[in-house]
């Protein structure tokens, strides 16, 4: 099994509905948890951190799942400008081991 | 604040030849990362600094890719001699401490490289 999951897509939607991006995760030990969103031809920016709470930040909501390993991306209300591909990043507790990321998942919203 | 900045953005050169990427890290982030980035796959990493020290190279192919951070602050990457299956993108990132673990890291705009 992959470290870190993802369904690359792509995801097709139209304006204004609501879509939710998935990511497993292999070590059950860990800790840190990201979303990343990747324009075409441009470099990964930080979109928002996975707190184990679950965290809100406009449209766009952040969950993790321990029991299952998995987190998820939820985007409500989507725009022409959310066409992206989103990485999940995740961080192994041990000390030296870096963030993992997965492939990555393709959206595209369409007006 | 300035954001991590790399050169150069795009780079052609033929099999078999050397090429040196730069990579200079936002104010202050002592850890810097170098990943690599294949169409169609999420980033990858090759080498972690620690300031001037290394804390994983464990997927950098030491046979023809080198790193160094000498000072701390800025890094360069080489790969010699390229193949063709280093076309990628080379990514710069850093982040403020490595123990802190919820520090999230921060990318360049990233070095497209085309092997011919």
């Known amino acids: 099994r992959k470290e870190v999951e993802q369904d690359p897509g792509p995801f097709n939607v139209p304006e204004g509905a609501t879509v939710a991006f998935n990511c497993t995760y292999s070590n059950s030990a860990s800790q840190s948890f990201f979303w990343y969103r990747q324009d075409c031809r441009k470099e990964p920016k930080l979109l928002m951190s996975v707190y184990s709470s679950g965290n809100e930040d406009g449209r766009f909501t952040a969950q993790l799942n321990r029991a299952s390993q998995y987190i998820s991306l939820l985007i409500r209300d989507s725009k022409l400008s959310d066409s992206a591909t989103y990485l999940c990043a995740v961080n192994s507790p041990s000390g030296n081991t870096p963030l993992v990321f997965g492939k990555g998942t393709r959206l595209s919203v369409i007006a | 604040e300035a954001g991590v900045a790399q050169s150069p953005r795009y780079k052609i050169i033929e099999k078999r030849q050397s090429v040196a990427f730069w990579c200079n890290p936002i104010?202050?982030?002592?850890?810097l990362y170098w990943y690599q980035q294949i169409l169609g796959q999420g980033p990858k990493l090759l080498i972690q600094f620690q300031n001037n020290g290394v804390v994983d190279d464990s997927q950098l192919p030491k046979d023809r890719f080198s790193a160094e951070r000498l000072k701390g602050v800025d890094s360069t990457l080489k790969i010699q001699p390229a193949k063709l299956e280093d076309s990628a993108v080379y990514l710069c990132?850093?982040?403020?401490?490595?123990?802190?673990?919820?520090?999230?890291?921060?990318f360049g705009d990233g070095t497209r490289l085309s092997i011919l």
């Open positions: 990132a850093s982040s403020l401490e490595r123990w802190d673990s919820n520090q999230p890291q921060h």
């Open positions: 104010s202050g982030h002592a850890t």
